[in-house]
């Protein structure tokens, strides 16, 4: 089955310094490079995302939201960390939603790469991995989600913190099985998972 790799969102501000610092980013960037890395070496298809926030027009006006603290058009933050750097042949889509499908050209860029399958990385899980893993599903695509190769953060909710780990796995629960199949890097670049008949 022809497989690709969607690298989701592993921008600058979500590192240590960034405007919106996850738990584990630089781990996962780095288990993100062993998958980019493998793909790289055989050929196959690597698909990049990146999200750009987008400012609202300024107006005294309490109905518009604040104004994008992160992933700001034109900051250091905005742009794709230097562990998985697009090479220039690579595809870079942008994109300004948690749905990297949503007002973009991904699924007519996937489909002309005949590709059928998804190894998917990326940040954060809670919300761009989430929201891309169902959308892919829903149009057709195997998702075979690496969740050593993904970070996030804690939330509140309730009057209570919940833990980044704990997101983390809450939301893979969620989506194994039903939604893909979620793996460690290793058991993905397993022989069985990526058709390696397709270079």
Request: overall charge negative; proline content about 7%; aromatic content about 8%.
């Amino acid at each position: 089955m022809p497989t690709g790799l969607l690298i989701i969102d592993i921008q600058n501000d979500y590192f240590p310094g960034g405007k919106m610092e996850l738990e584990g980013s630089n781990q996962a960037a780095q288990t993100a490079r062993q998958l980019l890395d493998f793909f790289r070496a055989h050929r196959l298809p690597v698909f990049h995302i990146q999200h750009l926030a987008t400012r609202p027009r300024v107006v005294p006006n309490p109905v518009v939201p604040n104004p994008a603290t992160f992933f700001v058009p034109g900051t250091p933050g905005a742009e794709i960390h230097a562990e998985v750097k697009p090479l220039e042949n690579e595809i870079v889509v942008q994109k300004h939603f948690p749905n990297s499908f949503r007002e973009t050209e991904l699924l007519q860029l996937l489909q002309h790469h005949q590709v059928k399958r998804l190894a998917i990385a990326g940040m954060m899980t809670h919300m761009c991995i989430d929201a891309t893993v169902r959308a892919a599903t829903d149009h057709g695509f195997e998702c075979l989600i690496a969740h050593d190769a993904c970070a996030t953060r804690a939330l509140n909710f309730g009057g209570r913190t919940v833990p980044a780990a704990d997101v983390h796995a809450a939301f893979l629960a969620a989506l194994n099985s039903s939604y893909g199949k979620v793996l460690s890097t290793a058991e993905i670049l397993a022989k069985g998972f990526v058709d390696l008949t397709e270079e």
